[in-house]
């Protein structure tokens, strides 16, 4: 529906499709060797290691690269250098606008979207770094549908290629209909965090609490445990840090949830909560984590070399036959404890101090077999996209 807001979003996109139009226009007149990228943001979240991705292949000869941003992340991207506004949900409303934008070689982003421009080559950076699952089965059919239709898929592991690679297969049954390459280039976020958490060093002195979204397997999720742990943890005297799921801030997800859970334990001075698009300080205050089974954990866990405790009940979830054969679910007591009872998880808070160095080569030894490219994922990616 046009009301004035969307007719705001509509100009500048059609101003800033114009713009990009002619400046891509003398910049090929100029040097027709030039390729065009665009880094799409589709979605509020921390993508600090997308943007440096960018900034690290714009010193490629002959690569130009352009940010682009909707009214969900203009606060993250809009003051970048090489920024335009663009919501795709517009584009196919303006006149000869894949005409305007048919000079873009690339574009990348780590959210699956399904409007392009015309002649891209579309490329998924997958946030994901193991095999959980991604969403509800119908929805993850859906998924999977699309991402066939891409060009390339850029992945963390090997685990992860493994999964696309089946779940895709599962659901094209026409591979004439699948055109994507997915390609194991090493986690890019990993290797960004892990930089970040160890440039400056803080009092690890807190417990952090990321959940998964609370709709999603709500039966088997933390969500209907959370005010009983917190409070549990709080009368031990422990610090907790809050780290709600980004979808948990909507009204899509659990933002009921979170505003109750905030507002009844705002005022416990041992009691925090970290609503910013950035993690780096929750990760660099806490001491270990407790998820249930969001991908997270093993996020956490490999950049900052500390423990995970994952507390969940999988008894009803629809995926329960297929959990024996995930690595996910595998090799949760490789990076910390596994627990369903309040009772075990304070066991299992208490033993974690007497026990850091160990689960810390545990932690160390199980990220250096499953992420093949550590601390070589720029440098990979790079070599790759230089060979489109």
């Known amino acids: 529906m046009f009301n004035f807001k969307n007719l705001q979003k509509f100009f500048f996109t059609f101003y800033n499709i114009l713009k990009i139009f002619i400046i891509t226009s003398i910049k090929k007149k100029k040097n027709n060797s030039v390729k065009f990228f665009f ?8 993508q600090e290691n997308i943007i440096e991705l960018g900034q690290f292949i714009s010193k490629i000869k002959n690569f130009e690269i352009y940010y682009i941003y909707n009214s969900n992340t203009k606060i993250e991207i809009k003051f970048k250098k090489n920024s335009f506004y663009l919501d ?18 690339f574009l990348i ?17 997958c946030h994901d770094i193991y095999d959980a699952p ?32 089946k779940g895709i297969s599962k659901n094209i049954m026409n591979k004439f209909e699948r055109k994507v390459r997915i390609i194991n280039t090493g986690y890019l976020k990993l290797d960004h965090v892990y930089k970040k958490v160890n440039l400056k060093k803080r009092k690890e002195d ?17 969500s209907k445990k959370l005010d009983n742990m917190i409070n549990l943890l709080l009368k031990e005297k422990y610090k907790i840090i809050y780290r709600p799921h980004p979808m948990d801030l909507t009204n899509k997800g659990g933002l009921n949830l979170t505003n109750l859970i905030i507002e009844k334990f705002k005022n416990y001075p041992n009691f925090k909560f ?50 024996n054969s995930m690595y996910y679910f595998k090799d949760r007591k490789e990076v910390g404890y596994v627990t369903t009872n309040i009772k075990d998880l304070l066991k299992n808070v208490k033993d974690i101090d007497n026990k850091k160095v160990v689960l ?14 550590f601390n070589k994922s720029l440098i990979t990616t790079k070599k790759i996209i230089e060979k489109f």
């Open 360 to 373: 810390k080569n545990k932690i160390k030894k199980l990220r250096k077999k499953r992420i093949k490219y």
């Open 88 to 105: 795709f949900n517009y584009i196919r409303f303006i006149p000869f606008g894949n005409f305007f934008l048919n000079k873009i070689n």
């Open 274 to 323: 970290d609503i910013s698009t950035s993690y780096i300080e929750s990760y660099r205050k806490s001491k270990f984590l407790i998820t249930d089974f969001s991908g997270t954990a093993y996020t956490y866990a490999f950049s900052t070399e500390k423990p995970v405790i994952f507390y969940s009940s999988l008894n009803k979830v629809s995926f329960k036959k297929e959990i």
């Open 134 to 165: 991604m969403a509800k089965k119908y929805i993850e059919k859906k998924i999977f549908i699309e991402l066939a239709k891409l060009n390339y898929i850029f992945v963390s592991s090997d685990i992860v290629k493994d999964y696309f690679d």
């Open 109 to 125: 982003s780590s959210y699956v979207i399904y409007t392009f421009p015309p002649k891209t080559k579309n490329v998924y950076i």
């Open 39 to 46: 880094f799409y943001f589709p979605v509020k979240a921390y």
């Open 206 to 222: 807190s417990i952090l609490i990321a959940p998964t979204s609370s709709k999603f397997y709500s039966d088997a999720n933390l």
